[in-house]
Each structure stands twice: as structure tokens, then as C-alpha cells.
């Protein structure tokens, strides 16, 4: 779980998710599982699938794209 409020050296991403009340990765996971979930075949399909409910869903995180699909990649078993 995230810190209430995000310490001033905390990770962007952790301060993006904060302000879009997201407690933690798993959450963030949970919250995009249903878009991504088809996509989960390969690496590249995971990417295109996690940027585009990104911009749909969360557009704020974003920038973040690189990072979160690292996180689902893991979540999902597609590491490289």
C-alpha cells in the first residue's frame, strides 16, 4: 500500500498514482486486468493493449506507460 501522502522523494509514478487514488500496483494491475487480459499473449500485443486503456481509462499515467507494462508483463508471466 502507498504512503497517504507520497514522501518528497517518492518515484513519479507512485506520486501518479496517488493522485488518482491508487493504493498500490496490485491495484493498479487490478483496475486495467479487464482491458489488457486479451491481449496478454505477447509482450508487444500486452504494450499496445496497456498504453491504449491508459489513455482511455487513466490518461494521467501515461507517461508512466513503460513502467506499468513492465508491472503487467511480470503480473502476466511475459518477461523477456
Known sequence: MLAPVPPPGAPPLEKAMRAENIDSNYELIRRLEP??????????????????????????????????????????????
Open 35 to 80: 482491458y489488457v487480459r486479451p491481449a496478454a499473449t505477447t509482450s508487444e500485443a500486452l504494450a499496445a493493449a496497456t498504453r491504449s486503456a491508459l489513455a482511455a481509462q487513466l490518461p494521467e499515467l501515461l507517461p508512466h506507460a513503460p513502467e506499468i507494462i513492465g508491472y503487467l508483463r511480470r503480473y502476466f508471466g511475459l518477461e523477456n
